[in-house]
DNA sequence: TGCATATTCAACCAAATGGTTGACGTTTCG
DNA sequence: CGAAACGTCAACCATTTGGTTGAATATGCA
């Protein structure tokens, strides 16, 4: 009876890619993962080695980060690699800074932002 | 078994602050509530009304937007207040801008860039 | 006082979530 | 070839989640 996209019927679908990013990142689990994967692509096993829960646990995780879009799997050999996709936290971004009100034109500024700060930023040599 | 903090456990807390606030976030009814309380503080039974569903129901998503600190309410005469709180994302805003290895000395740019781009925005006459 | 309004509480329900285990395909390697 | 490593699948289980309803608790107002 309400519309659940505040709006902006256009958009409608990603509604859903907002509960994805948003559920995928409400896991502690999940998070450690996203943070490990920042250092580096890690095989599945490796992903899983540090927790104390099942490889099959890791692996439906790690689905669940992939669905979200938050990361890549790519299979070579008998090793899976999964890799960090960081934009996809970008829809997470616009709707967060604004709660969707600040529309398309600021995300020009704010990607300018980003990229200054992550290049320039005193934490990345 | 793994530092789910990833490798600040001065902040170790701030990992359910973090759960609560992103499992909030992750629910289409309780976005389109914070978005409404965007343009204004509404009274529960106000918040509720153009849901298709029960005022308890509302009630619970509005006491699970309290719990994560995104909106707080206040209750004057019969009438229960909701207010937004968008400091709460805060938190959340810092953990996703590089998955927290850019850390607090980018906030303070963030904040500027934030505060500007809410002042000057074309979309906020 | 007495009634309507505003909100929560309690009990209940179906479905989703996060975990387990064991069996199963692939790929690599001795 | 045969065994070991990598990863997923399927079935199961306990808990949480998101919703319902009906009763209960304040508060405002005639």
Redesign the pocket.
Known sequence: MVDVSHGCRLIAPMSTALDQVF?AL??P??RAILSMLLEDDM??????EPF?????????????LSAAGLIS?E???????CKLEPDALHSASVWMHGFGQMAPLDLDAFEVFLKQALGEGPNRP
């Not at 095989?43 to 899983?48: M, S």
């Not at 829960?53 to 669940?64: F, T, V, Y």
């Not at 299979?75 to 690699?81: D, F, L, T």
Request: aromatic share 4%.
């Open positions: 559920s409400a896991d689990t999940r095989a599945v096993t490796d992903v899983a104390a829960m099942s490889l099959a646990a890791i692996s439906k995780h790690l689905g669940i799997q299979k070579r050999g008998r090793v899976k690699w």
